[in-house]
């Protein structure tokens, strides 16, 4: 992380003169009159009508980002063997998104049976989903294997002796893409980098598992080789690590298509595409940036070797929905700390919390807020947002400089919320997930309704009305 939780985020910055919000918020954010806007629709009647805290994605700045990759990796790859891009369904899923998505032209990439159910729900076929996961259940399995999907990506040697049995016993031969570690280590935290060797993800290219998984993917009669996978960590924030792993995944394709006479049709390279979450955060390289690096790599390794180009795929997530998507909150109580002699914190409690964004637990991930109900006066004050869980690390932003004048029933806002918020959302303290809700050119409707404590009692088997 190029900073880290003792960093005060800014004071309120001021709208630019159009009223739109520099920094992390998504592209239709507005100040009006002192209140934000977003999709065009006042964050009091977002409140109004749905209560926080409260999930809301700017469908026309995710449908934007969406197109936005696709436009770059056909635009990059289209003298080569042309491109596809995945969705990671992992970042925010549900049924409408799914749906935004397959319209826009990406297919999906599942990890599990609830995220393949939806996509299926949505409308979508077996040729716009692939399935991930390093533990697949023989139910994923064959739920892929009956729906024909674009590809499974195998992550051992065990799962593809699994797989192939699967495959065989239904009669059916198995789109396998295998998931190699290319040994690139990248991304802003230890826990959310995937392709350094001492983890669970992949088989090592360097200890020689990709190529034994390959040998009998090969041999299989039930398995077809399609693809070769790299997924190298999350919240990346330069081009080159991507452009060193597809180097080493485009090293192993073409020893395959040399020693073992099969030239594997599909590179994909994953996601992890960071993004902007305060304003103190370097502005991300552009998809385009990564689209041209990545065919410009391609293409010389083509020439370099004779080999037919692949066609390459990647998986962002983050990137697409993360800074489409804000988070409201409620102001409760406040008080203040004296810190020392001259210096003093306020605490700002809001109605959510861990339960709803627990990266700033789990990653020390940070975060900006600003006061969205109207325009905030008086001096910034030092102020760290907290949740309302019976935990002293259940922080939403650990610092930053909020108005003198916040006080209980103002409406709180954090931007770039949208990957990795309702999807990793707990009933910590039995608290009921928010809702999300998307806004338009001036309407909002509901993606994924709010939680509510009867949703929560209904599974509780002792439970009697
Ligand atoms: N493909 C694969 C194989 C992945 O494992 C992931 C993320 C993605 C694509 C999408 O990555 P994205 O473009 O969204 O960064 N929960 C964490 C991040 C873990 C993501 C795991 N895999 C977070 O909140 O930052």
Redo the contacts with the bound molecule.
Sequence with gaps: MSHSHNDIQPAFPAPEPDGSMAGPWSHTVRRENGELRVGGVKVSQLVAAYGTPLYVIDEEDFRTRARRWVVAMNTSFADLAGARV?Y?C??LMSVGIARWVLEDGLAL?T?SEGEFVTALAAGAKGHDIGL?GNNKSEREIMMALEHNISHM?VDSMAELRLVERIAENLGKRANIVL?VTAGVHA???E??S?AHEDQK?GLSIQAGQAWEAAQATVASPHLELVGL?S?I????LSVDAFSVAAQAVLDLRACIHNELACTVPELDL?????IRYTGADATPPEPEAYAELLATVVRAHGEKTGIAHPLVSI????????PAGLTLYTVGTTKNVQLDDTHSRRYVSVDGGMSDN??PA??D?QYTVAVANREARGEGTLSRVVGKHCESGDIVVHNVELPADVTAGDILATPATG???R??ASNYNMLSRPGVVAVHDGSSRVLIRRETVADQLALDADYQA
Excluded at 270 to 274: E, I, L, T, V
Excluded at 315 to 322: F, H, M
């Design positions: 995945f990671a992992k970042a990439d990890c991930h990506v998931r991304g802003g935290h826990f959310i995937t993800f996978h997924h960590g999350s919240q990346i994953g996601g992890g595409y960071g998986e962002p997530g983050r990137s697409i929905v993360g627990i990266r789990l990653y991930a990957a990795y918020g999807v990793m």
